[in-house]
C-alpha cells in the first residue's frame, strides 16, 4: 500500500507530539528525583527543632524525614534501616522517637493526688515492711502511679533508733499522651513529636517515607487495574478508506478515545 504525500505532514505532527510526550515525562521525572535528593539532604544534615506549637500549646520536636527507597536507606541510615528490617509486613513510613523524662520536686508536689501508706507489717520482732503508693495527676490524661514498699528495723533503746533497711518500688503505671507523624511544612516533609506530659523531652528524631516509586504496596495503592477507564483524547491511527482517490488508507490524527481497560 503507497501513503499518500499529503498525510505526511500528518505522520510528522503526531510523532512530534509524541516525542514531546515523553520529553515532558522525562524533565517531569528528573524534577521529582531532585526535590526527592534535596529532601534527603535535609534530612542527612537537619538538626531536631524543639519549639512551642502555638496551635496546642504543647511542646513540639520535628526534623526532616526521608524519601527513599529501603535499598539505600541501608546506605544512608543504620538506625531507620534497622528498624524497617524489624518490622513485620511492607513498610510504607516509619517513625524513630527517643525521648527523656524528667521533673523535679515543685513539679511533683504540685500533681500529686494521693499518697496512701498502708499499715506496717511485722515480719519479726524488729523488721516491718512498709506499703505505699502514689498517684501523680498531670491532666486528665497523663498521669503516673507508684507502688512500693519500705523495710525498716527497730532498735533496742530509748528513744527506740528506726534503720531504713531499703525501698523498693514493685509497680508502676504510666499514662503517656503523644501525638507523633510526618507533615509538609517549608516545601519539606518532616517527622514531629508533641506531648503535654510534663518533663517530655525528644533526644532523638527520625523518620522515612519509603519512596512510591519503589514500594509496590503504594503503587498498588496509586494505580489499580481496572475496567472501563472512561472518555480520553489521544494521537489516533487507524484503517480507512480514501474515497477520493478510492484506496485504503491509513488515517492519523487526533481522536475522541474510550478506554476499556487501564493497566
Known amino acids: 500500500m503507497k501513503l499518500n504525500p499529503k498525510y505526511i505532514p500528518y505522520i510528522i505532527a503526531v510523532l512530534a507530539i509524541i516525542v514531546a510526550g515523553f520529553y515532558y515525562q522525562k524533565v517531569q521525572t528528573l524534577k521529582i528525583k531532585d526535590q526527592i535528593d534535596e529532601q534527603n539532604l535535609a534530612a542527612e544534615t537537619d538538626s531536631l527543632r524543639i519549639e512551642l506549637n502555638k496551635k496546642t500549646g504543647e511542646m513540639e520536636a520535628s526534623k526532616a524525614a526521608w524519601i527513599i527507597s529501603e535499598k539505600d536507606l541501608r546506605d544512608s541510615n543504620n538506625f531507620l534501616s534497622d528498624e524497617v528490617d524489624k518490622t513485620k509486613g511492607k513498610v510504607v513510613t516509619l517513625n524513630r522517637l527517643v525521648f527523656k523524662l524528667k521533673q523535679d520536686t515543685i513539679m511533683l508536689r504540685n500533681a500529686l493526688k494521693k499518697a496512701h501508706q498502708e499499715a506496717p507489717e511485722q515480719l519479726n520482732d524488729s523488721t516491718?515492711?512498709?506499703?505505699?503508693?502514689?498517684?501523680?495527676?498531670?491532666?486528665?490524661?497523663?498521669?503516673?502511679?507508684?507502688?512500693?514498699?519500705?523495710?525498716?528495723?527497730?532498735?533496742?533503746?530509748?528513744?527506740?533508733?528506726?534503720?531504713?533497711?531499703?525501698?523498693?518500688?514493685?509497680?508502676?503505671?504510666?499514662?503517656?499522651?503523644?501525638?507523633?507523624?510526618?507533615?509538609?511544612?517549608?516545601?519539606?516533609?518532616?517527622?514531629?513529636?508533641?506531648?503535654?506530659?510534663?518533663?517530655?523531652?525528644?533526644?532523638?528524631?527520625?523518620?522515612?517515607?519509603?519512596?512510591?516509586?519503589?514500594?509496590?504496596?503504594?503503587?498498588?495503592?496509586?494505580?489499580?487495574?481496572?475496567?472501563?477507564?472512561?472518555?480520553?483524547?489521544?494521537?489516533?491511527?487507524?484503517?480507512?478508506?480514501?474515497?477520493?482517490?478510492?484506496?485504503?488508507?491509513?488515517?492519523?490524527?487526533?481522536?475522541?478515545?474510550?478506554?476499556?481497560?487501564?493497566?
Not at 175 to 196: C, M, N
Not at 212 to 224: A, D, E, H
Open 128 to 263: 516491718y515492711n512498709i506499703p505505699w503508693n502514689l498517684f501523680y495527676a498531670y491532666d486528665s490524661v497523663n498521669n503516673d502511679y507508684f507502688e512500693g514498699v519500705t523495710q525498716i528495723r527497730i532498735g533496742v533503746g530509748s528513744p527506740y533508733k528506726v534503720k531504713h533497711l531499703f525501698t523498693e518500688l514493685r509497680r508502676r503505671e504510666s499514662t503517656i499522651s503523644l501525638t507523633f507523624g510526618q507533615r509538609v511544612e517549608g516545601g519539606k516533609l518532616r517527622v514531629f513529636a508533641r506531648s503535654d506530659y510534663p518533663g517530655f523531652t525528644p533526644t532523638q528524631l527520625e523518620g522515612v517515607l519509603i519512596e512510591p516509586n519503589t514500594n509496590p504496596f503504594i503503587k498498588g495503592l496509586i494505580r489499580k487495574k481496572h475496567w472501563l477507564t472512561g472518555f480520553g483524547v489521544g494521537p489516533n491511527i487507524t484503517m480507512g478508506y480514501d474515497f477520493v482517490n478510492a484506496t485504503p488508507a491509513v488515517i492519523f490524527g487526533i481522536g475522541l478515545q474510550y478506554n476499556i481497560y487501564q493497566w
